[in-house]
């Protein structure tokens, strides 16, 4: 048996799952010649250089659009997030909510004891149209600032989401599970008779609908601005494919509980990185990393895959002509975009895969968000209450979630356990609470009892969160996400790190501009700077003048002078809007079979007449869950299963990783 070559493009999030389960899978059957055995090759290429060790150092730390930042570049200190931040937590019930292969890997890298909560405010601070309020705050008495159809200015933004499905899911019919959402891509539609001055009638596909569209037919200007300003994403409300939307922006799953990881999230890919290094030499296999190297463009031939590379520093220029027998492409829409550019002029005969029309339209089938985040470090947390005193509107960072997880820690305390299966309700789990006398009435309610004080002190630590906001605004900062005191060493000063600034699409160019300052002219074409793989930015002190005149006004009122806020210690931004991602996050466009174009693009070739190649595309642009790295995680398993014989990690029997036929 020859030996064979497979190569990865991408040591994102995509690219090393795909390493690991290359590595660490199982065969579906006895005898496969698909999987890596000794004496075969393994390739990882990196355009950019992670620090993953430090036998493998580099720019910034790992997970392409995940960027955990330290303050001073120092691990022991304090840290934010200037990209992914989370994961869904899954409890492992064939039916209950969350990330299932993300959970999966942390438990697998042993990093469930690094896993800690980062859930979102039960009452979150709003600025909008220059009126502070908290979401509780918000009635027919203190409306917000809009004119909204039926009076929705009344209720949270959020209950914007809600009015938009109704034209065909109800709290009490829709799909629940991954598998029914998949089913509702193909065939959901409007199940309800519209108004005559509707847009769209009853029995309109929602996947032939965008959904900017479909919300303001459903909600007017003023109310589709309302939810548009109050959610804190523009990404949310972009005209996107409305059945995926729906499952987006679903407000009737159950609450579902948001981890980190205690070191940071770019700690998973170091620990997939020491784990892929391990089991390579293990089993024998050769794996090559090679940073600093991308991939430039890849034909099918006779006698394999034939692919070149680039390197950073010359990246118009051809370094190396290769071959391999299978190739992952773990890259966004952007960055295959450019190696079917190169390819298109290759001079080298062969299957052009990617420039198929066909392929060409699938991969044109996704939205490209732009994304823009500024993190800043100061000495005090001057956001939060204190005894002293604090801000005029400061954010409300305590919460009461118990969730089936605390259920499990009281039942080993010894609470009693017919109070346990009492408040284990709908009610309660998963339901945050905004302050501790809400969430004990809530409990003593469905107990019919009064709580001792032994008792209310065991509840009351299990389901206290610390959450991280956020806090919305319309203003160009857009949601503040406060990180604080996180840093392993306790002995040091402290210091108390947010995410000043959390834009997406129309907002993020606001911040460009300031950039450079007043007085300096731009000499990088945007087309060139590769500032995400660099890392984390410094900004310059207009851009923290400005943020600090924002802030200011979201925490001490409209025109409060900027000096409110204190100096930070450290500013810096990544521009995700920058090659090689072009984009923050994706999402399906309206016109399109979503399921078809997972089930196809994955691997490409399949669009093609006659045609049958090992080139592969994983990662969360194509996936169920865009945005996420369970998106990333998903995609790369069901091509590991489907087309290399991997058993799948987990039951996908309520789960598919992505859409089935």
């Given at each position: 048996?020859?030996?064979k ?14 390493a ?16 890596l055995?000794?004496?075969d ?15 493998n ?13 330290h ?6 200190n304090?840290?934010?997030?200037l ?9 492992g ?6 990330h299932?292969l ?11 004891k690094?896993?800690?909560p ?13 009126k502070n309020?908290y ?11 809009y004119?909204a ?21 109800t ?7 991954r ?12 199940n309800i ?37 109050g ?7 972009v ?17 579902t509980e ?7 999230y ?34 099918h ?10 390197k ?14 299978a190739?992952f ?8 975009e ?23 339209l ?44 605390g ?22 789990i998963g ?14 309610n ?26 919305i ?15 392993r ?7 108390y790190g ?25 000499k ?5 700077d590769?500032q ?13 003048k400005?943020?600090r005149?924002?802030?200011?006004a ?31 996050y994706?999402?399906?466009k ?9 089930r ?19 990662g969360e ?5 865009q ?35």
């Amino acid at each position: 048996m020859s030996t064979k070559t497979y190569s990865i493009f991408g040591a994102g999030a995509a690219g090393l799952y795909t390493a690991w389960r290359l590595l660490d899978g199982t065969s579906k059957n006895k005898k496969n010649e698909k999987l890596l055995v000794k004496g075969d090759i393994l390739e990882l290429y990196d355009w950019g250089k992670y620090d993953f060790s430090k036998k493998n150092p580099g720019t910034r730390e790992p997970g392409a659009r995940v960027c955990t930042w330290h303050y001073k570049d120092n691990k022991d200190n304090s840290y934010l997030e200037l990209g992914g931040m989370r994961y869904l937590y899954w409890d492992g019930t064939p039916k209950g909510p969350g990330h299932r292969l993300v959970t999966k890997a942390i438990e697998k890298l042993d990093l469930k004891k690094d896993s800690i909560p980062f859930n979102e405010s039960a009452d979150p601070l709003m600025s909008l149209r220059s009126k502070n309020m908290y979401i509780s705050d918000v009635t027919s008495n203190q409306p917000a600032p809009y004119a909204a159809n039926n009076y929705g200015e009344d209720a949270p933004p959020d209950d914007g989401f809600t009015v938009i499905q109704s034209v065909a899911i109800t709290q009490d019919s829709g799909p629940v599970t991954r598998r029914e959402w998949c089913k509702f891509y193909e065939d959901g539609k409007i199940n309800i008779e519209m108004p005559e001055s509707s847009i769209f009638k009853k029995g309109d596909l929602l996947k032939e609908i965008g959904y900017w569209n479909l919300g303001y037919d459903m909600l007017g200007q003023e109310g589709f601005s309302y939810l548009s300003d109050g959610n804190g994403y523009s990404s949310n409300v972009v005209n996107s494919n409305s059945a995926q939307s729906f499952n987006v922006n679903d407000e009737f799953t159950p609450g579902t509980e948001y981890k980190t990881l205690i070191k940071g999230y770019s700690s998973l890919f170091d620990s997939l990185f020491e784990e892929v290094e391990k089991l390579a030499k293990q089993k024998g296999i050769t794996l090559n990393y090679y940073p600093n190297t991308r991939l430039r463009s890849i034909l099918h031939t006779k006698s394999g895959i034939h692919f070149t590379t680039a390197k950073r520093e010359s990246p118009d220029k051809l370094a190396e002509s290769k071959k391999c027998d299978a190739a992952f492409l773990a890259m966004p829409r952007a960055a295959i975009e450019l190696v079917a550019e190169a390819t298109r002029y290759s001079d080298t005969e062969g299957m052009d895969v990617l420039n198929h029309e066909k392929v060409q339209l699938y991969l044109e089938s996704v939205i490209m968000e732009p994304s823009y985040k500024i993190g800043m470090f100061f000495k005090t947390p001057w956001w939060r209450e204190t005894p002293d005193g604090g801000p005029t509107y400061p954010a409300k960072l305590t919460s009461y979630f118990l969730t089936l997880e605390g259920i499990a820690k009281l039942k080993k305390e010894n609470f009693p356990a017919e109070y346990l299966n009492k408040i284990n309700n709908p009610a309660i789990i998963g339901i945050p609470f905004n302050d501790k006398a809400s969430f004990i009435a809530a409990v003593e309610n469905a107990i019919q009892e009064r709580l001792t004080f032994k008792q209310e002190s065991q509840i009351l630590t299990v389901a206290e969160l610390d959450t991280i906001g956020p806090s919305i605004t319309d203003m160009p900062i857009r949601q503040v996400v406060y990180f604080g005191d996180n840093a392993r060493n306790e002995k040091g000063d402290k210091v108390y790190g947010i995410l000043a600034s959390y834009d997406d699409i129309q907002y993020s160019t606001f911040w460009k501009a300031l950039e450079l300052g007043p007085k300096a002219t731009r000499k990088i074409p945007e087309s060139r700077d590769c500032q995400p793989l660099e890392g984390p930015r410094k900004a310059t002190p207009v851009m923290v003048k400005m943020l600090r005149s924002q802030l200011a006004a979201l925490h001490f009122g409209p025109q409060t002078d900027y000096s409110a806020v204190p100096e930070p210690l450290e500013t810096k931004y990544m521009d995700w809007s920058l090659p090689p991602f072009n984009a923050g996050y994706h999402a399906y466009k309206s016109h399109y079979n979503l399921g078809d174009v997972q089930r196809k693009i994955r691997k490409p070739s399949q669009l093609v007449p006659k045609t049958d190649c090992d080139i592969f595309i994983v990662g969360e642009t194509y996936s169920n869950d865009q945005a996420w790295v369970e998106g990333a995680f998903c995609t790369a398993e069901s091509v590991l299963n489907d087309f290399f014989g991997i058993e799948p990690i987990i039951d996908e029997k309520y789960y598919p990783f992505i859409s089935p036929e």
